[in-house]
């Protein structure tokens, strides 16, 4: 199990093993059966390239999760747009979600929603 955090402050503590990020994951390809992000996405540099990355160190069926707090059409969603704006945060919406892992070769894309909750959960698998 290895983890990697684009928080700044698990950046920091994390530095030495994460150097290169999400975009550049020092693993080789299909190594890994699950691959999460929870609270995270939105901070990467490049969302894109790091699906894509993400998307190159699962197995053959493996799965990526996506889980965050933070995401456009949400309860409150002035104030988490305000917020994201003020952390540089990428404001995704539900079909963005999809899009990012379809766009980056996952199959199977699905996105869930729990409105009481706050939460949206994507996910997708590698074919």
Same mark, same amino acid.
């Given at each position: ?5 684009? =928080? @700044? $402050? ?6 030495? %093993? ?6 550049? &994951? ?41 889980? =965050? @707090? $933070? ?6 969603? %002035? ?6 704006? &003020? ?41």
């Amino acid at each position: 199990m290895h983890g990697v955090d684009y =928080a @700044e $402050a698990s950046v920091a503590a994390s530095r030495r %093993l994460n150097r290169a990020g999400v975009s550049r &994951l020092p693993f080789p390809n299909d190594e890994f059966d699950l691959v999460t992000a929870v609270e995270t996405h939105y901070y990467w540099p490049d969302c894109p390239s790091g699906l894509r990355e993400i998307y190159r160190i699962l197995k053959p069926g493996g799965s990526v999760l996506i889980i =965050a @707090e $933070a995401y456009r059409g949400r309860r409150f969603d %002035l104030l988490y747009l305000l917020a994201m704006k &003020l952390v540089g945060g990428a404001y995704l919406s539900s079909d963005d979600h999809r899009a990012l892992l379809v766009k980056a070769g996952h199959a199977g894309a699905q996105v869930f929603l729990e409105p009481a909750k706050g939460w949206i959960c994507a996910t997708g698998r590698k074919r």
